[in-house]
Nanobody, 129 residues
Framework: QVQLVESGGRSVQAGGSLRLSCAGS????????MGWFRQAPGKEREEVAL????????QYADSVKGRFTVSQDNAKNTVYLQMNSLKPEDTAMYYC??????????????????????WGQGTQVTVSS
């Protein structure tokens, strides 16, 4: 069964750090790309970071560049999002997603949440000032 399970979200003070984890099944991890997205109440889902499972290349939203780092552990079928220097505007539900319609080494990651067909249940990150 294709599934993703996120963990690591919690409440933290501004300036703090968190690491989110996304554990995927072996099938999901053969996807071309995996990504982290977030959605705050009343706002649209926003792309945060993408990672190409084949070559490890990454992409980031301008709002998180230099603060967030996406990485992968192939042995554990897990993708991480290290978040540093957190700001109150980072408060959101964070979702992990996989583009499993394209297999690993297909090509560059595609932007946009509609390109990702497998989603986790989300993990809440709350940053207080």
């Amino acid at each position: 069964q294709v599934q993703l399970v996120e963990s690591g979200g919690r409440s933290v003070q501004a300036g703090g750090s968190l690491r989110l984890s996304c554990a995927g099944s072996e099938y999901t991890y053969r996807s071309n790309c995996m990504g982290w997205f977030r959605q705050a109440p009343g706002k649209e889902r926003e792309e945060v970071a993408l990672i190409n499972i084949g070559d490890g290349s990454t992409q980031y939203a301008d709002s998180v560049k230099g603060r967030f780092t996406v990485s992968q552990d192939n042995a554990k079928n897990t993708v991480y999002l290290q978040m540093n220097s957190l700001k109150p505007e980072d408060t959101a539900m964070y979702y992990c997603a996989a583009d499993s319609t394209r297999l690993a080494f297909w090509g560059p990651c595609l932007s946009g949440y509609d390109e990702y067909n497998v989603w986790g249940q989300g993990t809440q990150v709350t940053v207080s000032s």
